[in-house]
């Protein structure tokens, strides 16, 4: 499936009203906030890029995205993390950090390990399986990035990077309320 360049999406619904996606940008009008169009147009992207990814991951792997990032938190971290950890990292629930973790645990890519600091928790590593598992998947996702995002020059990532840089300090610095 390809996707779209969001600038062509426009031009096209512009163009050929019934080629129109209807997606979270479909609910705007002219008389939206800037910030509102922006937001949704980055939510959308997001969204259409993840969707792939996900649709991806399961046909190519057969693995669910939450399966594979947790499987990249532990490939950044050799020596495991706790599971509160990497519920706070993926920001999801311990409940679906355990969920997750019992099933890679049963295809034998993930192992816990008792925590030397507190025998009451555990660390959650990679086994040398789910190492190069994880390491084949990363490389053939890499690519479906690079792919969904060639729509772009260099200059515009670099340029788009620096102002969602800019951005997420902005949202980084607190609430924002009387701006």
């Given at each position: 499936?390809?996707?779209?360049?969001?600038?062509a999406?426009?031009?096209?619904?512009?163009?050929?009203?019934?080629?129109?996606?209807?997606?979270?940008?479909s609910?705007?009008?002219?008389?939206?906030?800037?910030?509102?169009k922006l937001?949704?147009?980055?939510?959308s992207?997001?969204t259409?890029?993840?969707?792939?990814?996900?649709?991806?991951?399961?046909?190519?792997?057969?693995?669910?995205?939450?399966?594979?990032?947790?499987?990249?938190?532990?490939?950044r971290?050799?020596?495991?993390?706790?599971?509160?950890?990497?519920?706070?990292?993926?920001?999801?629930?311990?409940?679906?950090?355990?969920g997750?973790?019992?099933?890679?645990?049963?295809?034998?890519?993930?192992?816990?390990?008792?925590?030397?600091k507190?025998?009451?928790?555990?660390?959650?590593?990679?086994?040398?399986?789910?190492?190069?598992?994880?390491?084949?998947?990363?490389?053939?996702?890499?690519?479906?990035?690079?792919?969904?995002?060639?729509?772009?020059?260099?200059?515009?990532k670099?340029?788009?990077i620096?102002l969602?840089?800019?951005?997420?300090?902005?949202l980084?610095?607190?609430?924002?309320?009387?701006?």
């Amino acid at each position: 499936m390809a996707i779209k360049n969001p600038a062509a999406q426009a031009t096209d619904a512009q163009a050929a009203p019934s080629a129109q996606v209807f997606d979270l940008e479909s609910r705007l009008t002219q008389d939206h906030h800037q910030s509102l169009k922006l937001w949704l147009r980055m939510l959308s992207c997001t969204t259409m890029i993840e969707s792939e990814i996900r649709t991806r991951l399961r046909n190519e792997f057969g693995i669910t995205l939450p399966r594979f990032d947790l499987m990249a938190q532990l490939q950044r971290h050799p020596d495991g993390l706790r599971m509160g950890e990497l519920s706070k990292r993926m920001m999801v629930t311990g409940g679906n950090i355990t969920g997750i973790t019992d099933q890679l645990e049963h295809e034998k890519l993930v192992l816990r390990v008792p925590d030397p600091k507190d025998r009451r928790a555990y660390s959650v590593k990679l086994t040398a399986a789910g190492r190069r598992s994880f390491e084949r998947m990363a490389q053939v996702h890499e690519s479906w990035i690079a792919e969904l995002l060639d729509g772009l020059s260099v200059k515009e990532k670099n340029d788009m990077i620096a102002l969602l840089s800019r951005m997420k300090g902005h949202l980084s610095d607190g609430p924002h309320q009387d701006e």
